[in-house]
């Protein structure tokens, strides 16, 4: 059984900074590309951002290119990203995904981690 774990959300003021956490359990996790997506309220599910299985090619939506960065630790099975310069659009819960971006906002996922930018 997949199992997604997130943690690391909070209260930020604009600008600052978080690091998301995903532990992952229940399938081989360095053979799959992971992602990260997220939901605001009222709003839909969007896909953020995706690595591949081996942690060498990475991607994300245009609205936090050089700002987010996702990273993967296939020995501890966890996958990171590295929230910077928030902004208060930025709000939303948080999810980690088995897979890429064709199929992330179709994933099973966990109960996430908010993300809160508030000055």
């Known amino acids: 059984e997949v199992q997604l774990v997130e943690s690391g959300g909070g209260l930020v003021q604009p600008g600052g900074s978080l690091r998301l956490s995903c532990v992952a359990s229940g399938f081989n996790f360095g053979a799959y590309s992971m992602s990260w997506i997220r939901q605001s309220p009222g709003k839909r599910l969007e896909w953020v951002a995706t690595i591949n299985g081996r942690g060498t090619r990475d991607e994300y939506i245009d609205s936090v290119k050089g700002r987010f960065t996702v990273s993967k630790d296939n020995a501890r099975s966890t996958v990171d990203l590295q929230l910077n310069s928030l902004m208060i659009e930025d709000s939303a819960t948080y999810y980690c995904?088995?897979?890429?971006?064709?199929?992330?906002?179709?994933?099973?996922r966990g109960q996430g981690t908010q993300v809160v930018v508030s000055a």
């Open positions: 995904v088995q897979g890429g971006r064709s199929t992330a906002l179709w994933s099973p």
